[in-house]
C-alpha cells in the first residue's frame, strides 16, 4: 500500500538525533537571525506576485499546465481578475498579508482561552482541586488573543520567539527519544511519565481521516494483500492495544480513542444522551466496559460505519501493573449505570420501538458494563477537554508517555500522530499496527 504516512520507517537513533537538531537549529533561528527571517517572508511575498500574475496570465488566455479542464469566458476573466487583485494587495499591502498569521495566532490563543474557561467552569461543578490555575492560563490566553488580534504587527516578534521556543522543545524532544533509546529497558523504565511535545491540534486533527480516504483509494485502485493491514515488528503478542476510530464524514472524521487491555474494551464517552448539552460536546461521562473485543471492532466497522488503527503495546511487569493500578484506582470512583434498554429488561417492559441511542444498542448487541464517575473531571464528558483521549492518556500514560497538551486538548489525531512515529522506531514499546478496514477485509488479529 503506497500511502506514505503509514510506512515503516525504522527510524534509529541517530535519524531522531538529525532531526531533533534541525528542529533546534530552526527554532534558534527564529530566536536569534529575525533579519534572516523577515528577508525569508519578503522573498515569498515577492515569489507570490509572481505566480498570482502568471496565473493571471494563463486565466486570459484560457491556457492550465495543471487543470485540464476548459473554463468558460466569464470563469476565466473572473479568475484573472481576481488572481491579479492578489498580487495588487500582496505587493501594494505587503502587511495586510502579513498581519493575517498574527491575527491567526491571536485567534487561536482566544478560542483556546475560552475553552480552558470552560473547563474552569466544568472543573468547579465537579470540584476539581487545582482549577484556580486553570482559570488563570484562561485569562492570561484570552487576553494575549485580543491583544495580538488589535495589534497583530506589533505581536510578529513575540510570536517569532514563540515558534523558535516550540522548535527548540520539539528538537530537545527528539534527541531525548534517541538518547532513551540507547539505555537498557530497566532504566528506561525509571522515567514513569516521560514529556513529549505534541504539534499543535490543526496540524494533526485530522491525520486519520487524510489517511482513510488513502486507504480507501487505495483499495479501489490496488490489489491490497493482509501485510498491508497488519505489521507486527516482533513475533509476540502485545499487552495492551490503542484503538482510534475514524470515520469518512462528520464528527466521526475527528477520531475517537479506547482502550483493549487484559480481555476488556475500555471506551469513555457522551454516552447519556438524556444529559447532551450543545448536541453532546458536554454531559455526563460514561465509562463502558466490553469483554469481547473482536465483536466490538465488528459493531464500530458495522454500525458505526468507522475504520480503527490498532497500536499493540509490549509493556513489562512494572509498567502492567502501573497501569493495572490505575484501572483500579479508576473503579473506586465509579457507580453502575444502566441504559434505557438495559432499564427495559430488568423491569420487563417491551417498548413499542427499540431505543436508538448509542449506550442501548451497545447493551443490546455486545452487553457490556456502564458506569458513570462520582466525582473528578471525568464526572463531566466534555469534547474539548475530559475526552476519550484524556481518560486514555491518563491509563496508557502510566506505561511511559506524557503528551503535553497545545491549548488544552489532546486529539485522537494527536495520539495517532504519537504512536505511528513510535511504531516507527526501531526500540520502541509500539510493536504492532493493525488497520481494521470497515468493509471487512479485514477485521481480525
Not at 468558460?72 to 488572481?83: K, V
Not at 468507522?306 to 509498567?319: D, E, P, R, S, V
Not at 495517532?416 to 511504531?423: A, H, I, L, S, W
Amino acid at each position: 500500500m503506497n500511502i506514505k504516512e503509514l510506512k515503516v520507517k525504522n527510524i534509529d537513533i541517530y535519524s531522531m538525533i538529525f532531526s531533533g537538531i534541525l528542529y533546534l537549529g530552526l527554532g534558534i533561528l527564529f530566536l536569534t537571525q529575525k533579519a534572516t527571517v523577515i528577508f525569508a517572508v519578503k522573498n515569498i511575498l515577492n515569489l507570490l506576485v509572481i505566480l498570482f500574475c502568471i496565473t493571471a496570465i494563463f486565466q486570459i488566455i484560457g491556457f492550465s499546465p495543471i487543470n485540464k479542464k476548459k473554463f468558460t469566458s466569464i470563469s476565466r476573466l473572473f479568475g484573472f481578475i481576481l488572481n491579479l487583485t492578489m498580487a495588487y494587495i500582496i505587493y501594494f499591502k505587503p502587511k495586510l498579508i502579513i498581519s493575517i498569521f498574527p491575527m491567526f495566532f491571536g485567534i487561536y490563543a482566544f478560542f483556546g482561552g475560552i475553552i480552558r474557561l470552560l473547563i474552569y467552569i466544568q472543573y468547579k461543578k465537579n470540584h476539581v482541586e487545582r482549577r484556580f490555575f486553570v482559570v488563570i492560563e484562561s485569562m492570561i490566553l484570552i487576553f494575549l488573543g485580543i491583544i495580538i488580534m488589535i495589534y497583530p504587527l506589533s505581536a510578529i516578534l513575540p510570536i517569532s520567539n514563540a515558534i523558535g521556543m516550540f522548535f527548540i522543545l520539539y528538537g530537545i524532544s527528539f534527541i531525548i527519544d534517541a538518547l532513551l533509546d540507547g539505555l537498557s529497558i530497566e532504566t528506561k523504565d525509571s522515567f514513569k511519565r516521560r514529556v513529549r511535545i505534541n504539534l499543535p491540534i490543526f496540524m494533526v486533527a485530522f491525520i486519520p481521516h487524510k489517511i482513510l480516504m488513502k486507504i480507501n483509494k487505495a483499495f479501489e485502485t490496488e490489489k491490497l494483500s493482509l501485510e498491508d493491514l497488519i505489521i507486527s515488528k516482533e513475533n509476540t503478542d502485545f499487552d495492551l492495544e490503542v484503538l482510534i476510530h475514524v470515520g469518512d464524514k462528520g464528527v466521526s472524521a475527528f477520531g475517537h480513542v479506547d482502550i483493549w487491555f487484559e480481555d476488556r474494551v475500555m471506551t469513555y464517552g457522551s454516552y447519556d444522551e438524556d444529559t447532551y448539552k450543545l448536541a453532546g460536546i458536554i454531559s455526563d461521562g460514561v465509562l463502558i466496559e466490553v469483554f469481547d473485543k473482536e465483536k466490538y471492532i465488528e459493531f464500530s466497522q458495522e454500525y458505526m460505519g468507522k475504520t480503527l488503527f490498532g497500536f499493540g503495546l509490549k509493556l513489562n511487569k512494572n509498567q502492567k501493573k502501573r497501569v493495572r493500578d490505575r484501572i483500579e484506582d479508576i473503579r473506586k470512583n465509579l457507580y453502575e449505570w444502566h441504559p434505557k434498554s438495559q432499564k427495559d429488561k430488568e423491569l420487563g417492559i417491551i417498548p413499542a420501538n427499540p431505543h436508538k441511542d448509542y449506550a442501548s444498542i451497545v447493551y443490546e448487541r455486545l452487553k457490556g458494563n456502564f458506569y458513570k464517575f462520582m466525582k473528578g473531571p471525568f464526572k463531566t464528558y466534555f469534547a474539548l477537554n475530559t475526552n476519550c483521549v484524556l481518560l486514555a492518556d491518563t491509563i496508557v500514560g502510566q506505561a511511559g508517555i506524557d503528551l503535553v497538551k497545545i491549548q488544552g486538548l489532546i486529539s485522537p489525531g494527536a495520539y495517532f500522530e504519537y504512536f505511528n512515529r513510535e511504531f516507527s522506531r526501531k526500540n520502541s514499546f509500539v510493536i504492532s499496527r493493525i488497520i481494521y478496514y470497515k468493509d471487512g477485509r479485514k477485521n481480525e488479529k
